[in-house]
């Protein structure tokens, strides 16, 4: 869900800064803890979609108090099933991409590579909305590109690497659901658009169930419960702090996520990040947060207008 879906659902604002702050870092923490979850099961033998579908279930939790607040079922009526087609099927292609990346690379690896994601969605936005980029943000997203490639290490073998390629197709998935979110976001309520694409979750999961699922052993099946909970509350946690504090002051703090990640995956698998990865990400968070920056500086001059 984007910072835009959560806004639609989270109504007029009631400006509480700070309260939103420790929303959104409170939101990256469920987050880290979703993907450490993830990882967890995926090192255990279960399929990344049996992990989609429990994710999906679980996601009904914040839905159902979107739909209760947005006046019952009768918001769940649409005229434009394609465009939600599309935006499902767009959106899981980031989710399945980025459980698979947590799978197999490094937990902070990977969290590190979803943050190119707002890089991908400038250039989509300029490429497919026909959105105008100026040059201070075109010049942010190819230094934040660079800092992918710092990640990620040029270099013939490792750019091979399965968990790398899926890290960034994930990340490209991502920026594609916010693309359509944008599009269809124009005529459908939040709710509805995260209604459809967490019953396509479950029904693409559910779907897959022939083809290997496995039976969870108890602590398995926990940590399967325990991961869509930690998306839900997650979700329910980036809309109060877009209810809280303006975007501009609370987006800069989903750089947490990769500090909570660092520590959970060092004192669960010992992991140590690589230096360039935090030289990469250090990069890619800079030009993400300037993205972030100028947009705002630009909004605030239409309204001044």
């Given at each position: ?8 659902a989270?109504?007029?604002p ?5 309260a ?14 979703m ?10 033998g ?6 989609l579908?429990?994710?999906s279930v679980?996601?009904?939790l914040?839905?159902a108090v979107?739909?209760v ?19 499902a099927a ?8 980025g459980?698979?990346?947590v ?51 040029p270099e ?35 709710p509805?658009i ?11 999961g ?7 699922w ?5 602590l ?14 997650g ?44 030289a ?5 968070a800079?030009?993400?947060l ?16």
């Amino acid at each position: 869900m984007t910072d835009q879906l959560t806004a639609d659902a989270a109504g007029a604002p009631t400006q509480h800064v700070g309260a939103g702050i420790l929303s959104r870092v409170a939101a990256m923490v469920c987050m880290a803890t979703m993907f450490a979850l993830v990882k967890w099961v995926s090192l255990r033998g279960v399929p990344v979609f049996e992990t989609l579908f429990f994710r999906s279930v679980f996601g009904f939790l914040p839905l159902a108090v979107y739909i209760v607040r947005a006046g019952g079922m009768s918001v769940m009526r649409t005229t434009r099933p394609v465009g939600h087609l599309v935006r499902a099927a767009i959106g899981l292609l980031g989710v399945v991409g980025g459980y698979m990346a947590v799978a197999h690379l490094p937990l902070t690896e990977a969290t590190a590579l979803q943050f190119s994601a707002p890089l991908f969605m400038t250039a989509l936005s300029a490429l497919i909305l026909r959105e105008h980029v100026g040059r201070h943000r075109w010049a942010a997203v190819a230094i934040g590109f660079i800092g992918v490639m710092i990640m990620v290490r040029p270099e013939p073998t490792h750019m091979a690497n399965i968990g790398t390629a899926f890290a960034l197709i994930g990340a490209v998935g991502s920026a594609g659901a916010m693309i359509a979110i944008r599009q269809i976001s124009r005529t459908e309520p939040g709710p509805r658009i995260v209604f459809y694409f967490t019953v396509t979750g479950m029904v693409v999961g559910l779907a897959s169930a022939p083809f290997g699922w496995v039976k969870p052993d108890p602590l398995t099946l926990a940590a399967l419960v325990g991961a869509g909970l930690a998306g839900a509350f997650g979700q329910l946690l980036l809309t109060q702090a877009l209810r809280l504090a303006p975007v501009a002051v609370v987006a800069p703090f989903d750089y947490t996520q990769l500090l909570w990640a660092g520590l959970i995956a060092f004192f669960a698998w010992g992991e140590v990040p690589r230096p360039a990865m935090l030289a990469g990400a250090a990069v890619v968070a800079a030009s993400g947060l300037y993205i972030v920056y100028r947009e705002a500086r630009l909004r605030a001059a239409a309204r001044g207008r």
